[in-house]
C-alpha cells in the first residue's frame, strides 16, 4: 500500500543531557489532506502542526526550512 504525504522539514535547537545545545534538522511527516475534513492541508496549517509536533518533543527556537512530498510504502 502506497501512502503520499508531506515531509516538512524544520531546523531545531535540543538540549542535551550535558546541558549543551545544538542545531539539528528535524522532519515531520503527515498526510496530505486532513483526517476530519477531507481537505488539502494548507502550508500555514502544515508549519504550524509541525511546529506544534517538535515542541511536544521539547524543541525549541524553531524555524521553518521546506517541505517535500514522500511517499510512504508499507508492506
Not at 498526510?31 to 506544534?52: L, V, W
Request: proline share 3%; glycine share 6%.
Amino acid at each position: 500500500m502506497k501512502q503520499a504525504m508531506y515531509e516538512v522539514i524544520f531546523e531545531a535547537t535540543e538540549t542535551l543531557q550535558n546541558g549543551n545545545e545544538r542545531r539539528v534538522k528535524k522532519g515531520v511527516l503527515m498526510p496530505r489532506f486532513d483526517e476530519k475534513t477531507g481537505r488539502h492541508i494548507h502550508p500555514e496549517a502544515q508549519i504550524a502542526r509541525g511546529e506544534k509536533a517538535l515542541k511536544e518533543a521539547h524543541f525549541y527556537n524553531i524555524v521553518y526550512v521546506e517541505t517535500k512530498n514522500k511517499t510512504l510504502i508499507f508492506g
